[in-house]
């Protein structure tokens, strides 16, 4: 216990896990939770579909994220004065969206969540680059730890708390909530510590663009570790996309689905992150990325598993505990692994590049699951789901052997990054 306590109890993963979840809080508000509202409201589902649209922001932030690096705010730091400045706007935006009216004027709700989304893909930049900052050599680990703990947190939240408080309050109230609450985590960031060195901002619009692209691109192999990248938690991407309908499938009612899935499962995956980061800072990321690797793929029986068992509440318990706890673990050391590969001149950008082909990746491959599953059938496709998770653990070889060189170490050649 004094030892988790050392990893997790200081000020820096503390301030990280309140940064986390100010990350998460917006997501659900624009998707699960807004698409909620829409249906209440009887918008027309092509609408509703059309709303997907809003989370573009998520995978094109890296387009502005060299634009935060080249200039900051004059106030709390490179980072902080960032993030502060965009939870209060984000706060606004929450509360002006909770103000529309879906049915009267959709367009002008679809603005207001595409705004929402816009600053809050621009909040995980800076964030981003603060945990990067901050961290220690040995507190990677534990850092990308925080990032699920907050993160998933957070869509608690904004998801299921935000869906259960609308049957008894208005969802002008829910989102009022929810805007409070956001501008209640600037108090983690004002609390936060400077990184110990310091990090000197571009000195130019071309520096900023030019150089974290060109610097990590020159690598040998570049291309492929994006690869590696999208398709480490593929067997995950392929079995969480349709974990919802297969339950609803069975026989689970919503109600089962939203406490035991949603709830269960997060907690879970919050277990599995805090144990992960534990053991990342024993082992190092090399290692963890190949036991996490093989844990969370062969976790993906579990479901094909419950698909031969039939409705069975023990069994759907176990399916998703082992499901999520494997994919927790997984989650914090594919995060290390992408922080320990960037440039401390350029982490913004480089990181921004990464996180966006890891989400590109995930809209990507969840698209062609539910035909698959149609043709397959639910034990097959779950069984073959745990494929997936083949291709990210050969490139592990490469990119991270089990005795062989700090992270990165082999495309990045001898820049200053982060190591084990």
């Given at each position: ?7 997790y ?5 503390l301030?990280?896990i ?16 807004l698409?909620?509202?829409l ?5 027309d589902?092509?609408?509703v579909?059309?709303?997907?649209l809003?989370?573009l ?5 890296v ?9 900051s705010?004059?106030w ?16 606004a935006?929450i509360?002006l ?10 367009a ?6 595409l ?10 930049i ?18 990308g730890?925080?990032?699920v703990?907050?993160y998933?947190s957070?869509l608690?939240?904004?998801g299921?708390l935000?869906?259960?408080?609308s049957d ?5 109230m829910?989102?009022?909530?929810m ?5 209640g985590?600037s108090?983690?960031t004002?609390?936060?510590p ?16 030019v ?8 690598r040998?192999?570049a ?11 593929l067997?995950c991407v392929?079995?969480g996309a ?16 939203g ?14 992150a805090i ?10 990321i090399n290692?963890s ?14 479901f094909?598993?419950?698909?031969l ?10 399916s998703i505990g ?26 913004v ?20 699951t539910?035909a698959?599953?149609?043709a ?20 592990l ?6 005795n ?8 990045s050649g001898?820049?200053e990054?982060?190591?084990?």
């Amino acid at each position: 216990m004094s030892n988790w306590l050392k990893i997790y109890g200081n000020r820096r993963l503390l301030c990280l896990i309140g940064l986390s979840f100010s990350s998460g809080l917006p997501l659900a508000l624009t998707r699960s939770t807004l698409q909620a509202w829409l249906v209440a409201e009887k918008v027309d589902l092509s609408i509703v579909g059309a709303f997907s649209l809003v989370g573009l922001p998520y995978a094109l932030k890296v387009f502005w994220a060299p634009l935060m690096d080249r200039f900051s705010p004059p106030w709390l730091g490179k980072r902080r004065g960032w993030i502060v400045s965009i939870q209060v706007l984000l706060a606004a935006a929450i509360l002006l969206l909770g103000r529309s009216s879906p049915a009267a004027f959709p367009a002008l709700v679809g603005f207001a969540a595409l705004v929402t989304a816009f600053l809050s893909a621009s909040q995980d930049i800076a964030i981003d680059g603060y945990r990067a900052d901050v961290l220690r050599e040995k507190e990677l680990g534990a850092g990308g730890a925080t990032v699920v703990v907050g993160y998933r947190s957070a869509l608690l939240v904004s998801g299921a708390l935000a869906l259960i408080l609308s049957d008894h309050v208005s969802w002008r109230m829910v989102y009022t909530l929810m805007a409070a609450i956001m501008l209640g985590n600037s108090f983690f960031t004002l609390a936060a510590p400077e990184p110990e060195t310091k990090v000197v901002s571009p000195k130019s619009l071309k520096e900023a663009v030019v150089k974290p692209l060109t610097g990590y691109f020159k690598r040998s192999g570049a291309v492929e570790m994006l690869l590696f990248i999208m398709v480490y938690k593929l067997g995950c991407v392929l079995a969480g996309a349709m974990a919802t309908p297969f339950l609803l499938n069975i026989g689970f009612s919503r109600s089962d689905v939203g406490l035991a899935y949603k709830v269960f499962g997060l907690l879970s995956t919050v277990a599995g992150a805090i144990a992960g980061g534990g053991i990342i800072s024993r082992i190092g990321i090399n290692r963890s990325l190949w036991v996490f690797g093989f844990l969370q793929a062969v976790a993906g029986f579990s479901f094909a598993a419950l698909a031969l068992i039939g409705k069975s509440y023990p069994a759907m318990i176990a399916s998703i505990g082992l499901e999520n706890i494997c994919g927790g673990m997984g989650d914090a050391a594919l995060f290390a692994f992408m922080i320990s590969l960037c440039e401390k001149r350029f982490t913004v950008t480089q990181y921004a590049l990464l996180t966006s082909f890891m989400a590109v990746a995930a809209i990507v491959a969840g698209a062609p699951t539910g035909a698959a599953a149609l043709a397959l059938g639910w034990p097959l496709f779950f069984s073959l789901s745990v494929l997936g998770g083949v291709p990210g653990i050969v490139l592990l070889a490469r990119f991270a052997p089990w005795n062989g060189i700090k992270a990165g170490e082999s495309v990045s050649g001898s820049i200053e990054k982060f190591g084990l």
